[in-house]
């Protein structure tokens, strides 16, 4: 599945494949969907910013990208399909569960048949033009556990079947974690994973299977890249705008006053050797665990070119990492 290499920032995936221990999150480029009003996505995008933003990540190493069938109402597998079509150097991870209308962008269920799975993987296969997807990921993050084992005999079947060839859950439940990671095929967890949220009963399922440690929200939904202050808003179609239960780090959007103190506390610490706020976060991740790998999200170039500067600095060094659990112990 997963081996431990003697360089901290790359990683040997559950094929062989050894690559710098970042990828790219490509929600945001998805660009707007909804639930009724309720705005999903990150707000207005380019195709072609984003586009030339993937293709820097990639001149810069880069060989990750993590995107998902509903993210923009499959436009965000439309665009890395564009962008990186069947190139077999290249990682692409894709997820399945939540129904959307491409037309209307609207969120229309969450569905875990096994019609529903199949007819999934080969819309992602057909949008993301590869001829195998490298990584599906099972999307309902609460799916009860029990009722999962039919979802993933269906992914045992499909990767029999040639057409992917591993497969994982996203979930912030180490029940769910665990449940299956003794199926062949069964190589990572994607799961919230930050400064914030140091997960470490997740990180100890993750470690003791031997499995890959996906780290979404490694940045806390852009909080701690340093770039909001309190009176800053994002736009109306952001998902950051709404008051989901989940949204925990900004509120009507701007951000939650519990994390902007949160983050003061330790930004300094995060800037050691040079690092911007955002290279911080990625590198503490890096020391939290070998096992880890983060996507932050993107829509420039500029933001690739950041987050991929921090492979240059590497993990923290472990005096900082216990000077931030420290100030953050005191909150």
Request: proline share 5%; net charge negative; hydrophobic share 40%.
């Amino acid at each position: 599945m997963l081996t431990k290499t003697d360089n901290a920032t790359t990683i040997t995936l559950w094929n062989g494949r050894e690559i710098p221990r970042l990828g790219m999150g490509c929600w945001a480029i998805g660009g707007p969907f909804f639930a009724g009003d309720v705005p999903l996505g990150w707000g207005e995008v380019d195709d072609d910013e984003s586009i030339e933003a993937i293709h820097r990540a990639v001149d810069l190493g880069i060989r990750f990208f993590d995107t998902a069938s509903n993210y923009g109402a499959g436009h965000s597998e439309e665009v890395v399909g564009r962008a990186i079509g069947n190139r077999d150097d290249i990682v692409i991870a894709t997820k399945f569960g939540f129904a959307t209308d491409e037309k209307t962008k609207q969120a229309t269920g969450a569905f875990a048949d096994p019609a529903f799975i199949r007819q999934s993987a080969e819309t992602s296969l057909r949008r993301l033009k590869r001829e195998r997807l490298d990584l599906l990921q099972f999307h309902l993050n609460d799916f009860p556990l029990e009722a999962s084992d039919e979802v993933f005999d269906v992914l045992e079947a499909l990767k029999a079947e040639g057409k992917i060839d591993a497969f994982g859950w996203s979930t912030d439940f180490p029940d769910r974690a665990a449940r299956h990671a003794g199926c062949k095929g069964f190589v990572s967890i994607q799961h919230t994973m930050n400064v914030f949220e140091p997960v470490p009963a997740m990180v100890d399922v993750v470690e003791k299977n031997g499995l890959l440690s996906i780290n979404r929200g490694p940045l806390a939904m852009g909080l701690l890249s340093g770039k909001f202050t309190p009176e800053k808003t994002v736009g109306a179609k952001d998902v950051r705008a709404t008051s989901l239960d989940w949204m925990v780090y900004f509120k009507d959007g701007r951000i939650a006053p519990e994390f902007a103190a949160r983050l003061e506390a330790v930004r300094d610490l995060l800037t050691t050797g040079g690092r911007t706020p955002t290279q911080g976060a990625l590198a503490w991740l890096w020391a939290r665990s070998p096992r880890t790998l983060p996507i932050p999200g993107f829509r420039t170039v500029a933001q690739v070119e950041e987050n991929a500067g921090a492979l240059e600095k590497g993990p923290l060094p472990r005096d900082v990492m216990a000077r931030i659990d420290a100030a953050l112990a005191g909150r």
